[in-house]
Nanobody, 115 residues
Framework: QVQLVESGGGLVQPGGSLRLSCAASGSIFRANAMGWYRQAPGKQRELVATITNSGSTNYADSVKGRFTISKDNVKNTVYLQMNSLKPEDTAVYLC?????????WGQGTQVTVSS
């Protein structure tokens, strides 16, 4: 069993930055992938960014060039650096980690981009 705890969300003005963290209770070294989804009111859950165990990354078109995903295998933590934030980035951001036969999810952290 792996527990994921997100942090770093909050209220930020358009154009601002936030860094989300997702700390895992267990080792992420053998995870196939980790990443972030987001869920905005009235919208479908959207995959934001993924990083594989080899370090390959993938991003939604809507965040390319603005968001960066990274991980620290020693700290068992994945990060999402979000720059140039827009109001449409407002959502609950959920962290996940995927192993061969199971995927774990965090509870989510709210990101609100508003002036």
């Amino acid at each position: 069993q792996v527990q994921l705890v997100e942090s770093g969300g909050g209220l930020v003005q358009p154009g601002g930055s936030l860094r989300l963290s997702c700390a895992a209770s267990g080792s992420i070294f053998r995870a196939n992938a980790m990443g972030w989804y987001r869920q905005a009111p009235g919208k479908q859950r959207e995959l934001v960014a993924t990083i594989t165990n080899s370090g390959s990354t993938n991003y939604a078109d809507s965040v390319k060039g603005r968001f960066t995903i990274s991980k620290d295998n020693v700290k068992n933590t994945v990060y999402l650096q979000m720059n140039s934030l827009k109001p449409e980035d407002t959502a609950v951001y959920l962290c996940y980690t995927a192993y061969a036969i199971v995927t774990y999810w965090g509870q989510g952290t709210q990101v609100t981009v508003s002036s």
